[in-house]
């Protein structure tokens, strides 16, 4: 049952306001719900909640994630292999379908004035698919085979040659032997995204129409009243002061945080869920000669019994207009839920509710506990060796340490098995529509535009018809798969990449420099 009382402001110097809606978490999901929001019902208050000093501080951070744009296009867990041979690209289809609606929303933004400069947060970079070893290499073959035809995918090239490699992929080619066969499906169309600068873009736009944004304030409790509304309770981080605010809709987009509050509403649909938190580490190169040598986003193969976040991949990053490159993940272990949280977040995250689901996942990834064990026992000459299958002459003073955002990872109830954990994202809704939340993680960001659509579809279903112009005016794909509609797909993407200034043409190769 939701704790439905109404509720008395019980200290009285808590400060009593009203908002029509209240988004926990200046993060990138908070952020593109609000800027939807703020076009589709302009006359609703909307009042935005972060614990911390700053907008995308936790994992929307450029350098808290790999800025992947996730759009199927190179990694390689959304096209695994099946027994025959084949390759399964179901799962890749629908992640870029997914990256289309966000593409759209993003130029439409631009166009809007919602978005100021696209390259501040998007620039073009070739998404690349590797593997080595023969066995991989005819992998790697089946996967351009089934996604070269697709429409989604077309422009995919298969590459073997070495020479072809050494021209496009200078760093990765230096030193390598090529007697072990190596494989690449190379994508000129891929992205490079900035999540921290577009929702500082997007949470500006929400703040300049007359939504309201309080950092350092964080959410400590969520009450249901009878009539429908919610009492959300905010204690001003720096001093101590007390908020209370009625608001007739809340969001939790507070990342690893969402589940306790979640938790925290009593909402039936939240019950049973549970988290597990794995905090991760990316090399960040140093040396600039290096960073000119390698312009692609290249992603591997995940070591077998290794979870698919463990996908290692050579990055190009662009953040404030500056060429950068990491190499990751490496994992770590911590029981927070934030890369600033409390190490009580997973112990007090656990309820009766989700008791079984948690020793349920105990049991069933003996594999990812195995695979965490030995990531922690790494040492920095073992992360440079891991870096080697990529570069093979990494040296350990060209690169530094960092700490990735965290990940808290969803644990669902399942029959019979107790619990089973998830690798994606999860909205969680009130049958009410009152409160909604995001769970999860991967591919997150990159589908933060149809993950909030689905959220309006959930929670405003009689709104959301009125709202359908609009919203069609931003994503005029809304509602069509694309990959049944060829002709809907070319002018889409041809009106993207114009607004978005995603111009490959002067791309030709890596070793371009940004």
């Known amino acids: 049952m939701d704790k439905e009382v109404d509720t008395p402001v019980s200290d009285q110097n808590a400060v009593e306001t009203k908002t029509d809606v209240v988004l926990v978490g200046a993060g990138i999901m908070s952020a593109t719900l609000g800027a939807i929001l703020r076009q589709v019902q302009p006359d609703w208050s909307i009042t935005t909640f972060e614990r911390l000093d700053?907008?995308?501080?936790?994992?929307?951070?450029?350098?808290?994630?790999?800025?992947?744009?996730h759009s199927a296009l190179c990694e390689l867990n959304y096209t695994p292999q099946n027994a025959d041979g084949t390759v399964d690209i179901t799962k890749a289809v629908n992640v870029n379908e997914q990256f289309q609606v966000s593409r759209q929303f993003w130029a439409h933004g631009v166009e809007s004035g919602v978005l100021t400069q696209p390259k501040e947060f998007i620039n073009p970079i070739p998404h690349v698919s590797f593997v080595h070893g023969e066995a991989n290499a005819?992998?790697?073959?089946?996967?351009?085979?089934?996604?070269?035809?697709?429409?989604?995918?077309?422009?995919?090239?298969?590459?073997?040659?070495?020479?072809?490699?050494?021209?496009?992929?200078?760093?990765?080619?230096?030193?390598?032997?090529?007697?072990?066969?190596?494989?690449?499906?190379?994508?000129?169309?891929?992205t490079d995204v900035d999540f921290g600068?577009?929702?500082?873009q997007l949470l500006g736009y929400v703040?300049?129409?007359?939504?309201?944004?309080?950092?350092?304030?964080?959410?400590t409790d969520l009450t249901k009243q009878s009539d429908g509304s919610w009492v959300v309770k905010v204690t001003n981080r720096r001093n101590g002061a007390k908020k209370v605010v009625r608001a007739k809709f809340v969001f939790v987009g507070a990342?690893?945080?969402?589940?306790?509050l979640l938790q925290k509403s009593g909402i039936e649909e939240a019950k049973g869920f549970g988290g597990f938190p794995v905090s991760g580490a990316f090399l960040r190169?140093?040396?600039?000669?290096?960073?000119?040598?390698?312009?692609?986003?290249?992603?591997?193969?995940?070591?077998?019994?290794?979870?698919?976040?463990?996908?290692?991949?050579?990055?190009?990053?662009?953040?404030?207009?500056?060429?950068?490159?990491l190499f990751g993940p490496y994992a770590g272990w911590s029981p927070?839920?934030?890369?600033?949280?409390?190490?009580?977040?997973?112990?007090?995250?656990?309820k009766p509710n989700n008791l079984l689901s948690m020793l349920g996942v105990g049991v069933s990834e003996l594999g990812l506990v195995k695979y965490l064990i030995s990531e922690l026992a790494m040492s920095e000459a073992g992360r440079i060796e891991t870096l080697r299958e990529f570069v093979p002459k990494a040296l350990g003073k060209d690169w530094e340490l960092i700490t990735a955002g965290q990940r808290v990872q969803v644990i669902r109830r399942a029959k019979g098995k107790g619990g089973v954990l998830e690798f994606g994202t999860a909205v969680v809704n009130a049958a009410d529509g009152s409160i909604a939340g995001l769970l999860g993680a991967s591919p997150g960001a990159s589908t933060a535009v149809p993950a909030m659509l689905d959220v309006l579809q959930r929670c405003f279903p009689t709104q959301y018809e009125s709202?359908?112009?609009?919203?069609?005016?931003?994503?005029?794909s809304l509602g069509v798969k694309l990959s049944d509609d060829t002709e809907l797909f070319s002018q889409v993407w041809d009106w993207t990449s114009k607004v978005l200034q995603l111009d490959t043409s002067k791309v030709e190769d890596a070793s371009v420099a940004v």
């Not at 790697?140 to 590459?159: K, Q, S, T, V």
């Not at 703040?207 to 959410?219: I, N, P, T």
């Not at 709202?467 to 005029?476: D, F, H, I, S």
């Open 54 to 69: 700053a907008v995308a501080a936790e994992s929307s951070d450029p350098w808290n994630n790999a800025g992947t744009g």
């Open 197 to 200: 600068a577009l929702t500082k």
């Open 207 to 219: 703040g300049a129409s007359g939504g309201v944004v309080h950092f350092g304030h964080e959410v």
């Open 285 to 325: 190169c140093t040396n600039p000669e290096l960073i000119d040598q390698h312009r692609a986003k290249v992603y591997g193969k995940a070591a077998v019994g290794a979870p698919p976040m463990s996908v290692p991949h050579l990055d190009t990053r662009v953040i404030g207009n500056k060429p950068g490159l």
């Open 467 to 476: 709202w359908k112009p609009k919203l069609q005016e931003m994503v005029p």
């Open 255 to 260: 990342g690893g945080g969402a589940l306790h």
């Open 336 to 350: 927070k839920f934030l890369k600033q949280g409390r190490v009580t977040d997973l112990p007090s995250s656990v």
């Open 138 to 190: 005819k992998y790697l073959r089946a996967r351009y085979d089934a996604l070269a035809g697709h429409p989604l995918f077309a422009g995919m090239e298969y590459i073997d040659a070495p020479d072809e490699f050494t021209r496009r992929l200078p760093l990765m080619a230096k030193g390598r032997d090529f007697s072990d066969p190596v494989a690449l499906n190379w994508t000129q169309d891929g």
